[in-house]
C-alpha cells in the first residue's frame, strides 16, 4: 500500500505496523520499509511515532544508505508538530552535510517553504543545483523536482528569471507553463465572479494534477540487475545454467549500461540499477517456488528489489562515482561508453 492512498482507503496506522513487520522479516530492506510505515504515521497524525521510527533508523546512521535523507524528513516531520528549533538545527545540518542525492535537498527546501521562508527556501533550492546539476548534460528525472521547486519559490519572491528557471520551464511536460502555475496572484481567480478566470484556473490546476499524478505513477524505477563480480562469481558457480545470461562480468556491464541507453532512448523514464547478491536471489526463488537456475526469475527479482525501494537512479551525474563499483568518476567509466 503506497503512502499516497487516500486515508478513506486504507488504515494507515495498520499500515504502518504491518510494514514494521515486513522490515523484521527482511532486514535488508528495514531502511526502505520503516520509512514508507512513518510516511503512514504522519498521514495517521501520529508524527511523535514517527519520529521514533526517524531515530531507530538513525541510531545507526553507518548502516544507512541515505542518511540524509532520514535526517531531512525527521526535522520536515518535527516541523509539523512544533518542534521548530530541532527541526531548523537537523535541516542546517543537512544543508551543511551536502549530500548528493537530491531527495533531502528537496525536503528540507519544501519544509522551509511550507512554513513561509521563502528566501531560505531558494537558497537551499539553488545550493542543491549548485551542486548537482554541474556538468551540463541533461539532469536527471530525480532532479527535476528540484528545478521546479526553485522555480516556484522565486516566483513568488518575484525573482527575475534566470538560467536554471529557463531550465524548468524546458522540462516541463504539462501544457500549462510553470510561470502559470507558480503565479502568486492565481489565488485570488478562485474568489473572482467572471466564469471565465474560475474556468481557466480549473484548466490549470488540472494540468498540476495531471503531472503530479505523473510523477506519483512511478513508485519505482524501471531497474536493470547488476551482479557485483564476487556474487557473479558466486551465483555462476552454484547455478552454471545461468552463464548464457553472463558470459562476463565485463560484458555483463557493459549490457546494462547499453540496455538502459536504449531504454532511455526510447523514451522510458525513471531508470535505475539493482544489485544482487546470491543468498537474497536464492531467499527470492524459494518464495516463488522456483529454482534459482531459472533465468525468468531473473527479472522478476529485479523488480522486486526496486519494488523495495533498492533501486539507484541511472543515470548518474558525470561527475559521481560510477554504478559499476570500479570506484571511477562515471564520466570516465561507463559513462564514457
Known amino acids: 500500500?503506497?503512502?499516497?492512498?487516500?486515508?478513506?482507503?486504507?488504515?494507515h496506522t495498520a499500515e504502518a505496523a504491518r510494514l514494521e513487520r515486513t522490515a523484521g522479516l527482511y532486514p535488508e530492506d528495514a531502511e526502505a520499509l520503516l520509512l514508507r510505515a512513518a510516511a503512514h504515521l504522519e498521514l495517521a497524525g501520529d508524527?511523535?511515532?514517527?519520529?521514533?521510527?526517524?531515530?531507530r533508523l538513525l541510531s545507526s546512521?553507518?548502516?544507512?544508505?541515505?542518511?540524509?535523507?532520514?535526517?531531512?524528513?525527521?526535522?520536515?516531520?518535527l516541523w509539523e508538530y512544533d518542534h521548530e528549533a530541532e527541526a531548523r538545527a537537523i535541516i542546517d545540518g543537512v544543508r551543511a552535510a551536502a549530500p548528493r542525492d537530491p531527495a533531502p535537498w528537496l525536503i528540507v527546501a519544501e519544509a522551509l517553504e511550507a512554513h513561509d521562508e521563502l528566501e531560505a527556501a531558494a537558497e537551499t533550492f539553488t545550493e542543491a543545483a549548485r551542486l548537482l546539476l554541474t556538468d551540463g548534460a541533461e539532469p536527471p528525472y530525480a532532479t527535476h523536482p528540484l528545478l521546479f521547486g526553485r522555480h516556484r519559490v522565486r516566483r513568488m519572491l518575484g525573482l527575475a528569471h534566470d538560467e536554471w528557471d529557463t531550465l524548468a520551464d524546458t522540462l516541463h511536460a504539462s501544457p500549462v507553463s510553470l510561470d502559470e502555475l507558480h503565479d502568486p496572484k492565481r489565488v485570488w481567480s478562485l474568489g473572482s465572479d467572471n466564469p471565465a478566470e474560475l474556468q481557466a484556473e480549473i484548466s490549470r490546476l488540472q494540468a498540476e494534477l495531471g503531472a503530479y499524478r505523473e510523477a506519483l505513477s512511478r513508485p519505482f524505477p524501471v531497474a536493470v540487475l547488476h551482479w557485483p563480480t564476487s556474487e557473479l562469481e558466486e551465483l555462476l558457480s552454484a547455478y552454471p545454467g545461468l552463464a548464457a545470461e553472463y558470459p562476463s562480468h565485463p560484458e555483463h556491464l557493459t549490457t546494462i549500461e547499453s540496455a538502459l541507453r536504449e531504454l532511455s532512448s526510447s523514451g522510458t523514464p525513471n531508470l535505475g540499477i539493482v544489485t544482487g547478491t546470491v543468498p537474497s536471489y536464492e531467499a527470492f526463488a524459494a518464495s516463488e517456488g522456483s529454482s534459482p537456475g531459472d533465468s525468468t526469475l531473473l527479472p522478476q527479482y529485479a523488480t522486486t528489489l526496486a519494488a523495495r525501494g533498492r533501486a539507484v537512479a541511472w543515470p548518474p551525474q558525470r561527475a559521481a562515482e560510477c554504478w559499476c563499483g570500479s570506484a571511477q568518476i562515471y564520466g570516465g567509466c561507463h559513462g564514457s561508453e
Not at 508524527?47 to 531515530?55: E, H, I, N, V
Not at 546512521?61 to 516531520?77: T, Y
Request: glycine fraction near 2%; proline fraction near 14%.
Open 1 to 11: 500500500m503506497r503512502p499516497d492512498t487516500p486515508a478513506e482507503n486504507v488504515d
Open 47 to 55: 508524527r511523535p511515532a514517527a519520529t521514533t521510527l526517524y531515530d
Open 61 to 77: 546512521p553507518d548502516s544507512l544508505e541515505g542518511p540524509a535523507l532520514v535526517r531531512a524528513l525527521k526535522a520536515s516531520n
